[in-house]
């Protein structure tokens, strides 16, 4: 049992010593420019979540595509008459359109405040709607660190080896979020938010077709729950329907879905990597067993991952629109 206290204690040491908050970020940045940012931000996030649930999802992973492409800077929020933005890679074009009109919605909210207008960031507003979506969805409520300009570059090769793979295994994983600072507990925290995601069948249909030669499905895959994705997405079929990360709780942002990996229902290999490599699987039982460590994991890893590539003084500015530059 000494190397399970040791795990834990080592596990709790890492909220205590947190890295040093960018020079550039801090909470309530805009107490005396726009003192009421997050309340006019909550709010239209708020209505467009009641409107459709894909709200969340949907502005949780335009979230962390911007941060991991080109460092949180809204960037891939930019749109090109050529096609050539970010959000025109092959590996963006799949976000929600609801996570872009979130952020629209609440630009234009935060503009009508006469105090605020053209005054908070794009970035900024899309940092705060993601710290609102994982609440509304029952995830924890944290403290958004804010100061972020809006980046002036989105090109759709800069996506190209900056996003993980679903083929991805724990060497790979690891190799892409310490290249942004971020520890294996964060990738595993941060892989949480599969918890209210949704992928489509092109991403994960070699699991459970044409494998590996003398096996069609793969074998850390749940059978029963191989055989119900066989059923949503039949070999010839729709590759865009989409399918429910987690089974179990689709709606809910809990720890359901570590005890799904801990089953054999990872929709990615990506994911049931986490639980079948033996160097990550105490923190997915970890996780999976306690509800309160894994969501202030989440909460220290989205405040790790909102640091990444911050923009300051002549590296960005503040779009009037978040679709364009100035």
Do not use: W
């Amino acid at each position: 049992m000494e190397h399970v206290h040791l795990f834990v204690f080592t596990f709790l040491l890492s909220f205590i010593i947190l890295p040093t908050v960018s020079a550039h970020l801090r909470q309530n940045y805009y107490h005396r420019t726009c003192p009421n940012v997050e309340s006019i931000v909550r709010s239209a996030v708020t209505k467009k979540f009641q409107q459709t649930f894909v709200t969340a999802s949907g502005t949780l992973r335009l979230f962390f595509h911007d941060c991991f492409v080109r460092g949180c800077d809204a960037s891939v929020l930019l749109t090109s008459p050529e096609s050539m933005a970010e959000k025109d890679s092959p590996d963006d074009i799949s976000l929600a359109g609801d996570g872009f009109d979130t952020v629209i919605k609440a630009k234009a909210a935060v503009d009508l405040d006469p105090m605020c207008r053209n005054k908070v960031s794009c970035a900024d507003i899309l940092a705060m709607a993601t710290r609102d979506v994982v609440a509304l969805t029952g995830g924890p409520s944290y403290a958004v660190e804010l100061g972020r300009l809006d980046g002036r570059i989105s090109t759709k090769a800069s996506v190209k080896h900056n996003l993980p793979n679903p083929t991805f295994n724990l060497d790979q994983l690891n190799s892409m979020f310490a290249f942004k600072g971020l520890t294996q507990t964060d990738m595993i925290a941060l892989s949480g938010a599969h918890t209210i995601g949704f992928s489509h069948c092109g991403k994960f249909s070699k699991r459970i077709y044409n494998f590996q030669r003398g096996r069609a499905v793969d074998p850390t895959l749940n059978a029963t729950y191989s055989r119900q994705l066989m059923q949503m997405c039949p070999r010839i079929v729709d590759p865009r329907i989409a399918i429910n990360m987690d089974p179990i709780t689709p709606q809910l942002f809990d720890n359901v879905y570590y005890k799904n990996l801990q089953q054999g229902k990872g929709l990615f290999t990506s994911d049931q990597s986490l639980f079948t490599d033996l160097r990550s699987r105490a923190t997915v039982n970890l996780f999976a067993a306690n509800s309160t460590a894994f969501q202030q994991a989440f909460v220290v890893a989205i405040t790790k991952l909102g640091r990444v590539g911050v923009k300051t003084g002549n590296e960005g500015e503040i779009r009037r629109d978040c679709s364009a530059v100035n």
